[in-house]
Nanobody, 121 residues
């Protein structure tokens, strides 16, 4: 069993900052990728940022230069530092992990419960 616990969402004014955290716990043999997605009302879920086991980080064009994704491998925790936030960043942010629970099992995808980020005056 694998659990993802997210934290750090909230209400912030335009131009402000927030830091999201995602801690993975449970049966984890190896993590291949960790990422953040977001879903605004009436919209499809979209990729915000992803880090692979090779260390490559990909960002959505809309957040490049404003968001920074980092990962603490020892703690199985991912962070999303969000600066210069805009109203269009308002969404529920979901943590995503692709991992192998045990050496014998295949890769599996896991999702966090989501954390609300609201950017408004």
């Amino acid at each position: 069993q694998v659990e993802l616990v997210e934290s750090g969402g909230g209400l912030v004014q335009p131009g402000g900052s927030l830091r999201l955290s995602c801690a993975a716990s449970g049966s984890i043999f190896s993590i291949v990728a960790m990422g953040w997605y977001r879903q605004a009302p009436g919209e499809q879920r979209e990729l915000v940022a992803m880090i692979t086991s090779g260390g490559n980080t990909n960002y959505a064009d809309s957040v490049k230069g404003r968001f920074t994704f980092s990962r603490d491998n020892a703690k199985n925790t991912a962070y999303l530092q969000m600066n210069s936030l805009k109203p269009e960043d308002t969404a529920v942010y979901y943590c995503y992990v692709n991992l192998r629970p045990t050496p014998a099992l295949t890769l599996r995808n896991y999702w966090g419960q989501g954390t609300q980020v609201t950017v408004s005056l």
